[in-house]
T-cell receptor
Framework: DTAVSQTPKYLVTQMGNDKSIKCEQNLGHDTMYWYKQDSKKFLKIMFSYNNKELIINETVPNRFSPKSPDKAHLNLHINSLELGDSAVYFC????????????FGSGTRLTVV | GENVEQHPSTLSVQEGDSAVIKCTYSDSASNYFPWYKQELGKRPQLIIDIRSNVGEKKDQRIAVTLNKTAKHFSLHITETQPEDSAVYFCAAAIDADGLTFGKGTHLIIQP
């Protein structure tokens, strides 16, 4: 069983479209995150949820909206996609807090054309 | 917020030699310092971590050292092998805050 699973693995879409990426963890972790990895491999935090509540919201355009229906799921919805949104998006989870270490999902490679 | 600097950005070593990657952090309240390895096209995976109450930790060929006074920590890989080739990330965290990552080091093991 995959501990942190993301779907889809690849997503190619046109500018202006709206898309969602789903993430689920079966580790019983309390906190989930979304990170963006750009072409230079830099990993930057976007959002963090603890037990369905938003605890970190870095400077991210409001076109990005996370949704956590329960503590095992954290989805990312993106409106009006732009070329600059092309990146790999990683979901991660941790027990209690970040200082217990992350388990990452396999990533979603988003390409906006 | 926390800022993590990582050097070098690229490191090439001969197979069998040692590799050292260094990171500095800005917030003295950070108390957890993990290292992740990311192979091409794959997810980052935790390889070793250290907490602020420990100065050094070792796991087979991998070791991490922490100097809280200077706010820096380092990853040491001995007897490097081809499968050690990857991008390595250091990170720092303060309790409930998310991990702040360094910009990564591309480690190349030359045969």
């Amino acid at each position: 069983d995959t501990a942190v699973s993301q779907t889809p693995k690849y997503l190619v879409t046109q500018m202006g479209n709206d898309k969602s990426i789903k993430c689920e963890q079966n580790l019983g972790h309390d906190t989930m995150y979304w990170y963006k990895q750009d072409s230079k491999k830099f990993l930057k935090i976007m959002f963090s949820y603890n037990n369905k509540e938003l605890i970190i919201n870095e400077t991210v355009p409001n076109r990005f909206s996370p949704k956590s229906p329960d503590k095992a799921h954290l989805n990312l919805h993106i409106n009006s996609l732009e070329l600059g949104d092309s990146a790999v998006y990683f979901c991660a989870s941790s027990r209690l807090a970040a200082n217990y270490g992350y388990t990452f999902g396999s990533g979603t490679r988003l390409t906006v054309v | 917020g926390e800022n993590v600097e990582q050097h070098p950005s690229t490191l090439s070593v001969q197979e069998g030699d040692s590799a050292v990657i260094k990171c500095t952090y800005s917030d003295s309240a950070s108390n957890y310092f993990p290292w992740y390895k990311q192979e091409l096209g794959k997810r980052p995976q935790l390889i070793i971590d250290i907490r602020s109450n420990v100065g050094e930790k070792k796991d087979q060929r991998i070791a991490v050292t922490l100097n809280k006074t200077a706010k820096h920590f380092s990853l040491h890989i001995t007897e490097t092998q081809p499968e050690d080739s990857a991008v390595y990330f250091c990170a720092a965290a303060i309790d409930a805050d998310g991990l702040t990552f360094g910009k990564g080091t591309h480690l190349i093991i030359q045969p």
